[in-house]
């Protein structure tokens, strides 16, 4: 506990500024893959509205929880009530993203192939890995930004007094909240650069929830849509 007092600076710091750093080495070294597809006319239905509205509030949220936790990890001691109020809303819609897409998030065997070969992404040639709705990656991301946000709104509402647990040992629960913040931080950036520059394209279907279909094909060649009628919204 006391290394993270000492450095916290540093670490809160290193959170934004490393993944920063290695995003944009990878951007320069390898490229992103697929560009040429990226403006192709986008026909197929991937995400419905729902999808979509709760990634929208996933994000957003966030965005805000993220940025009042490190004006209070510089700034006041106890939690406000809004950072703990956008900190739950955050928990709340990771569990909503992975009812809607839990079946699309379980492991698969083609996933371990895409392990194996990083996803390609250290290849500056296309690599052809066979993944459906989500890859091995997202599907990573998914349960790891579930667990962290679920950790982080715990942590969160024992340290606002929520349990009263956070008397017996409030410089833990600071400590893994902290650590938990810089690490939620982390994989979202990463997160961002690889729906927007490593991969474009990918992001646009938060728009309307479409896609070109050599675009699917490309990067999600299992998925159902590539060879079947776009599916409807989820009411």
Excluded at 49 to 76: E, Q, S
Excluded at 202 to 211: D, E, P, Q, Y
């Amino acid at each position: 506990m006391r290394f993270y007092y000492e450095y916290r600076t540093l670490i809160l710091v290193a959170a934004v500024a490393l993944p920063v750093v290695l995003c944009l080495v990878h951007y320069l070294a390898i490229g992103p893959k697929g560009a040429e597809l990226k403006r192709l006319p986008r026909t197929v239905k991937r995400l419905s509205i729902w999808d979509r509205l709760v990634h929208f509030l996933r994000a957003l949220t966030f965005v805000l929880a993220g940025f009042t936790g490190y004006v209070l990890a510089f700034g006041p001691d106890d939690p406000e009530p809004g950072h703990v109020v956008l900190g739950t809303v955050f928990a709340v819609a990771s569990v909503a993203s992975v009812v809607f897409w839990y079946r699309h998030s379980l492991p698969r065997r083609q996933d371990l192939e895409w392990l194996a070969h990083l996803g390609g992404y250290l290849s500056k040639k296309p690599v052809r890995l066979r993944s459906a709705k989500f890859n091995a990656g997202q599907k990573i991301f998914i349960w790891l930004s579930l667990a962290v946000a679920v950790a982080l709104a715990a942590t969160g509402h024992q340290l606002d007094g929520g349990s009263g647990s956070s008397a017996d040992n409030p410089d833990g629960l600071l400590v893994a909240h902290g650590l938990l913040g810089a690490l939620a931080v982390a994989l979202v950036i990463v997160h961002m650069y690889l729906s927007v520059w490593a991969v474009p394209g990918t992001w646009r279907a938060l728009i309307n929830g479409k896609v070109a279909k050599e675009w699917l094909a490309h990067h999600h060649s299992d998925d159902a849509s590539v060879n079947s009628d776009p599916p409807k919204d989820r009411p």
